[in-house]
């Protein structure tokens, strides 16, 4: 699983549309989102960078105005960890990757007065970009940019779920582009006044469903923190490997 992960995580790094190479490092640089989090290198498989390496890759990312981060599957690539340390860079964490073979999918109980849709209009789209944007607390709103990038998706292949309560956009999430007949759910978020209803797992579950009913062979996530692990694990995710989240801090 870690090679499908990694391959999978490295071929759309890139296929983004500011990908670029520093040595034995992809790096996913996303121009117009200056969130830590959108931009971020890939060693490679096997990788033994030197310290020179590292220092480049820690220039490319200050050239660019982002903070030098990776993320990766260190079992991939064992000799990478120590020299990052080696040269400042701190661990963020080890998240949990999570996956549901089509077997172990359990359907949740089911939501009263919920509708789940797959949006194509700019309308419905803006909604679920919406809900999405204020769920992770970005600011301002969101913009046609959003909607754009949720059309890419599902041009390539992806799937994007918009949830209704009572008609009332409340949720909803999406599966990026497959690569070699996998996806990532991802964005999964619930308008902050659906909560606690059972909104979340039942849009998981869907796009799942929604993927595997498509011929997809493997369905993956990240999930954010142990509650979101506690509702992946509701409806049959199962912890499978870690991955390796780590940044050169702000005041180094």
Not at 43 to 71: C, N, Y
Not at 139 to 150: A, V, W
Not at 170 to 191: F, K, N, Q
Request: aromatic share 8%.
């Amino acid at each position: 699983m870690d090679f499908d992960v990694q391959h999978y995580t490295r071929t759309l790094a890139l296929r983004s549309p500011g990908s670029f190479r520093v040595g034995p490092f992809v790096v996913r640089y996303d121009k117009g989102w200056s969130n830590p989090y959108g931009s971020y290198a890939i060693p490679d498989d096997g990788a033994e960078p030197t310290e020179q390496d590292v220092r480049a890759l820690i220039e490319a990312f200050r050239d660019r105005d982002r903070k030098p981060r990776l993320e990766f599957q260190p079992s991939r690539m064992p000799k990478v960890e120590a020299v990052l340390l080696e040269c400042g860079f701190e661990i963020e964490g080890r998240p949990p990757i999570m996956a549901c073979p089509p077997e172990n999918l359990a359907v949740p109980k089911p939501v009263p007065g919920l509708e789940l849709s797959e949006p194509r209009t700019d309308e419905e789209l803006l909604a679920l970009a919406s809900i999405q944007h204020h769920a992770y607390g970005e600011q301002g709103e969101p913009t046609m940019d959003s909607i754009s990038g949720l059309r890419r998706t599902i041009l390539n292949g992806g799937i994007a779920v918009l949830a209704c309560l009572d008609g009332e956009p409340a949720g909803g999430g999406s599966c990026s582009s497959p690569v070699d007949g996998l996806t990532e759910i991802g964005g999964v978020a619930v308008d902050a006044r659906f909560r606690r209803r059972g909104i979340g797992a039942a849009v998981s579950a869907h796009l799942t469903a929604l993927a595997y009913r498509r011929g997809l062979r493997f369905v993956w996530l990240e999930p954010a923190d142990e509650t979101v692990e506690r509702i992946y694990a509701s409806i049959g995710y199962r912890r499978a490997t870690e991955k390796l989240d780590i940044s050169v801090p702000a005041n180094a």
